[in-house]
């Protein structure tokens, strides 16, 4: 992992405390016993022997790294070569393993957690988990093991008893089988979407609403990583908002104000 900290300008310092804080976040809110190893595969058993397993952590890992400064890509990409040439360290078995346990349930649609879990735990052993590279991938899996509710259940503030959207105003976003991204019927990439988002609910705000479409032939992958950049670019409104109005970050307000901030930029996301 020092080669992934290498390659953000600050040496990582911001992105090691985003582990830490979102390692402290499932065990204030009782989805870890503590930090480690064991306590991470005991949450994947628990899930995989198919217990009601309602924890869901409040925050999202995904949408928390949204907050802080990309690393540079070619270092990040070199990163990934030393990884993969780091059989000292890691089992490259292993690695291909936990990738054909993602891939397995990507290309057979089948997205439950007691599948992936169970998967997973044929791979990984507690002194894996012990690993910060494996720790990550686990915050990530709570993005991607249910789809079943997807985006508006997950994702979105919209109700049905809220008041009546104007859809002529809407920002249409297609996912093509192709896994090609559309705006409004423009083809463009994701960074292009990133800026088409915050754009546009920056000008919408409480207007805004989103209509999201998607092939089932889909590539899951590219399904996160759309719906990382939607969520994302309404999250860092909200949070410069917050700071703007409050001094202090959206994550840190009372409801209230939350509620405040939520009704200026909601997440209003039709699937």
């Known amino acids: 992992m020092d080669c992934a900290f290498q390659s953000f300008a600050d040496n990582g310092i911001a992105y090691k405390k985003q582990i830490s804080d979102y390692e402290n976040l499932l065990i ?10 064991q306590s991470y595969r005991q949450l ?50 292993k690695l291909k393993g936990f990738e054909q346990v993602i891939d397995k349930a990507q290309y057979s649609g089948n997205f439950q957690p007691d599948a992936i879990a169970k998967g997973l735990l044929k791979v990984l052993t507690e002194e894996d988990l012990e690993l910060d590279f494996y720790k990550l991938r686990t915050f990530l899996l709570f993005s991607i093991i249910d789809t079943n509710s997807g985006m508006n259940k997950q994702l979105s503030d919209f109700e049905s008893d809220q008041t009546e959207v104007d859809l002529t105003k809407a920002l249409r976003i297609t996912l093509d089988d192709k896994n090609q991204i559309f705006v409004n019927e423009k083809k463009v990439s994701l960074d292009d979407l ?57 994550d840190k307000l009372i409801e209230e104000q939350q509620s405040e901030i939520k009704n200026i930029y909601p997440k209003r996301i039709i699937e």
């Open 28 to 37: 204030d809110e009782k989805i870890l016993t503590d930090n480690s190893g």
């Open 194 to 250: 990133k800026k088409l988002v915050r754009e546009y609910e920056s000008e919408l705000k409480s207007e805004s609403v989103i209509l999201w479409k998607t092939d089932r032939a889909t590539m899951y992958r590219n399904y996160i990583d759309v719906q990382n950049a939607i969520v994302g670019e309404i999250q860092y409104l909200r949070n410069k908002l917050a700071i703007e109005k409050y001094k202090t970050e959206f």
């Open 44 to 93: 994947l058993m628990d899930i995989a022997d198919e217990k009601e397993f309602d924890k869901v952590p409040s925050k999202f890992f995904v949408v928390e790294l949204q907050k802080i400064e990309k690393p540079n890509f070619e270092e990040a990409q070199k990163c990934k070569e030393i990884i993969v040439k780091d059989s000292a360290k890691y089992d490259m078995t």
